[in-house]
């Protein structure tokens, strides 16, 4: 499998340029960020349920579904998908309860 989220972030660009009718990516970038967000809430429960479940198979789908919609709304954001993995990257070595720990207190 040499299929990245790169290679899907690069096809989710052009498509957007395209602004094909036929392109259901174009069509909601076209729609814009609330319609792309709402979808990518709805990819979102739908994955919870498929965990919650023990629905393997539907889980893969759904977080297909997810990734996916979720590249759409990084697009709309203007954020590329290297920002989140150099965000990503700056957490390795620390582990998440010890970055939890080290945050202000909330009053
Ligand atoms: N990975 C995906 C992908 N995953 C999901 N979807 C689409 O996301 C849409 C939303 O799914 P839903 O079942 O929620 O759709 P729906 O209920 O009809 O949506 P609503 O009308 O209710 O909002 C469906 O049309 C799915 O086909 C995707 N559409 C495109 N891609 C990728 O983007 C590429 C370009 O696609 P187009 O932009 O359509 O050319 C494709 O070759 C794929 O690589």
Redesign the pocket.
């Known amino acids: 499998m040499s299929f990245t989220l790169s290679d ?1 972030e690069a ?2 660009a052009a ?1 957007a340029a395209s602004g ?1 009718a ?7 970038i076209a729609a814009g960020t609330p ?1 792309a967000a ?2 990518l809430g ?2 979102a429960v739908e994955a919870v349920i498929a965990a919650v479940g023990g629905d393997r198979a539907n889980l893969v789908k759904e977080s ?2 997810l990734l ?2 979720w590249l759409v709304v990084l697009k709309l954001a203007d954020i590329p998908l290297s920002e989140v993995m150099a965000e990503l990257e700056s957490r390795t070595g620390q582990s998440g309860l010890a970055e939890k720990a080290g945050r202000p207190k909330e009053n």
């Open positions: 899907l096809t989710i498509r094909d036929s392109s259901w990516t174009a069509k909601l319609k709402q979808k709805e990819e297909a579904d996916y919609h």
